[in-house]
C-alpha cells in the first residue's frame, strides 16, 4: 500500500478533516482515504452502502406512512 505526504496544508482544512474524522470514528488517515475514494469513485463507504440498501427495501415497501395515517397513531398512543 503506499503512503501520501501532503505539504502545506492549511490549518483550517486539517481542524475540519480532524473533527469529521473524530465524529465518523476514524483515524485522519482513514478519514481521508474514504473521502478520496468518495470523490474518485472508486467504491461506497459501509455507510453509503447501508444508505442505498435502506432506500431500496423502503421502495418496496408498499404502504408509507401518510400525515393522516401519522396523525391516527399519535391520536391512538403509538408514537
Known sequence: ???L???DLPDSL???LKSQAHA???S???EVTVL?????GERA???EELLQRAKRLRD???TRLTEEKRREALRRGRA
Open 14 to 16: 486539517y481542524e475540519k
Open 45 to 47: 463507504t459501509p455507510e
Open 60 to 62: 418496496r415497501t408498499p
Open 36 to 40: 478520496l475514494e468518495r470523490a474518485l
Open 5 to 7: 505526504t501532503v505539504k
Open 1 to 3: 500500500m503506499a503512503n
Open 24 to 26: 465518523n470514528r476514524r
Open 28 to 30: 485522519i488517515a482513514s
